[in-house]
Every structure is written in C-alpha cells, then in structure tokens.
C-alpha cells in the first residue's frame, strides 16, 4: 500500500515515490470509493554516470558522521496559530556542516499534533508564493506525520536559507530532518545517493503467518519499547546506502510513534518520529528515507503495533556499520482496559 484511511470521511496524505511505467505513467488502485488528490514534488531523472547535483546526502554528508534525525522546529520555538507561516532556517544546518551551503532540497518529516480543526500544511522555499498544494492533512485533534521533499530558498530580506511552513489551523509542530539533495557544487562527484526505482517489494509485516516476514526475533505485534530488525534483499543489499520505503503501523496499542533507523546503530531510544498514532487500533502510514546499516533497518515502537515496510527504491552507497548490540526489549506491560 502506498496510503492508508482509517474510515469514513478519512482525510489522509502521504509523499509516494513510485517507479514509471514503461509508458511513462503510474498507474492508482484504491480499495475503498475515495477522491484522490496528486500533487507532483519532482522527478528523478537517469544520471548516465556520476554527478554532484541531485543526489540525496544524510546529514553530514558522505561519509560523515552526522546524526540519523536532526529536529530544528518544534512547539518550544513556537507553536502556530490559524493561518500562520513558520520561516524554517536551515543556515544552521550549514554552518554545523551538517548540510552543503548550495543544498537544492532538505528530506524531512513534518509532524502536526493536536490541531484546533481539521486542516493541512504547505511546505514550500524562501523567496517563492504559497502554492495551492499540501504536504501534510489533518484532522482536529490528531497527530499526523508526513515526509516531505522541501525545496530550499533564499529569504530576501536576512538572506539565508530555508522554507516556509503554512498551516491552515493552527497545531504543534514538530519538524525533522534525514539529509538533504545536493547541488551543483556539492564537494563530491559520485553515483553514491542516486537514486534506483523498484517494483514495490514487502520486507516486513509483523501480522505475516510467515516468520520469516516477521523480522529479525520472529515475534508477531510490537509491544511498547520494542525493536524489530529487518533486513535488505540480497539483490540490492550491496549497492544500498539509504533505503526509501513506505512504512505501515496498524493495530496501534495507544498514542505514541514510530521510528525507522539503520539497525543497531542508535543510542537509547529515538528523539524523532516516522510515523505518529493518535490512539488505540489506528492505520496510519507513511515515506520514510532511512540510512542502512550491515545489520539492515530496525523500527522502533514506543506504545506498540503492527508494522509494515514496503521498499519502493534505494540511494546507491556503502551502508553504516552496526556498531552497537541488538537492543533490548522491556517485558511487555499488564493489560488493560479498553481491550485491543
């Protein structure tokens, strides 16, 4: 699946990157009667060799030794009202060496917890007008996470660099950011971060009678404070630095997130979110761009859930190396009501 409605009059997005068909379309299947609403963001284009411009770069770079996730908004810079723009500067990121000063487009995942009314958010550069799109949709009083591909601008007044936020209704947000695309001068000249587009390909769903679907340790739903490990396919495993997946949460335990990471290489519990449940027996999905570890990918569930991850491509490169041991799992919470 590539998006998910909870129910009746659901109002649901998600960022889709799906690979062309030979006649240069894709094609939309929806289970349910539903209005769909596309919004294109870009394209990817065939490379024919190494390039610096429009390869996606994790923080820090090549190489580097940045972190997975980065927050640069939330409620306590400030929280947004009905109609509000948030200017999101990104110089920060620069001058931390985090991001290359000529970076074209920041990877993020923009979260909006507990709006007033139902409503949507518009992500989009420095230096250009609002357009009549929407990057995130919500409804009052939920939480709802969406990845986002923000073009970056140059604001005209400070001239730094970064993106404006639009909200319908005001909401917390909360804004994280994976890496970047890089420029014409990016420092390296490379295939690494290209981009390879798949037929979509299941890696993982806890609710699978196939162990082997089931992750690394074989346990079915994730319970709170779990870890489930997954790894590539053998076909792409050698040419994968970062993974762009569709990933799934279903059978929500509670409020509470989702966290996608390379496997074995965080310390302590994550500080960012992928995907973000309101409640208890919530279906909730949404893009995520993840860096690979050797050890593959590990998703993180802090109240509990089923998951599912979809491969929809890769960014060629080395992967990390795992360098922590296999996190632990707390026995799981007594039961109680309301019953799930």
């Known amino acids: 699946s590539s998006l998910n409605l909870s129910g009746l009059g659901d109002v649901a997005n998600n960022l889709v990157t799906v690979k062309l068909g030979a006649d240069g379309a894709a094609r939309f299947f929806t289970l349910r009667p539903a209005h769909v609403v596309v919004d294109l963001v870009g394209v990817y284009r065939p490379a024919g060799g190494r390039t610096r411009r429009g390869r996606f770069e994790p923080l820090g770079g090549l190489g580097g030794n940045g972190p997975a996730a980065r ?32 970076a ?28 009549a799109t929407s990057s995130l949709n919500y409804p009052s009083g939920s939480v709802r996470a969406a990845n986002a591909f923000v073009r970056l601008g140059t604001h005209g007044g400070t001239g730094r660099r970064g993106f404006h936020v639009y909200l319908l209704r005001g909401a917390r947000l909360y804004i994280d950011v994976t890496g970047y695309i890089t420029g014409s001068g990016s420092r390296f000249n490379t295939t690494a971060g290209q981009f390879v587009g798949i037929a979509p390909r299941r890696l993982l769903d806890t609710r ?67 995907l973000n449940a309101s409640g208890p027996n919530e279906t909730i999905a949404n893009h995520v761009v993840s860096r690979i570890s050797s050890s593959g990918l590990e998703v993180f569930s802090s109240k509990g859930g089923d998951v599912i991850a979809d491969l929809v491509g890769y960014y060629k490169g080395a992967s990390a190396g795992a360098t922590r041991s296999v996190p632990p799992d707390p026995p799981p919470p007594s039961i109680a009501p309301p019953y799930w």
Do not use: H
């Open 71 to 102: 927050r640069i908004f939330g409620p306590d810079v400030r929280v947004p009202g009905d109609g509000d723009v948030v200017d999101v500067d990104v110089t920060g990121l620069i001058d931390a060496g985090l991001i290359e000063a000529d």
């Open 104 to 131: 074209e487009a920041i990877v993020a995942n923009l979260t909006v917890a507990w709006p007033t009314r139902s409503g949507f958010a518009s992500a989009y550069p420095f230096g250009e007008a609002r357009p």
């Open 208 to 274: 699978s009678a196939n162990a082997s679907m089931r992750g690394v340790g074989g346990g079915k739903r994730l319970w709170p404070g779990w870890t489930r490990a997954f790894d590539m396919p053998s076909a792409y495993r050698s040419d994968a630095g970062t993974a762009v997946l569709n990933v799934t949460a279903a059978r929500t335990m509670g409020r509470g997130f989702f966290s996608v990471n390379a496997a074995q290489t965080r310390v302590g519990d994550p500080t960012t979110s992928n």
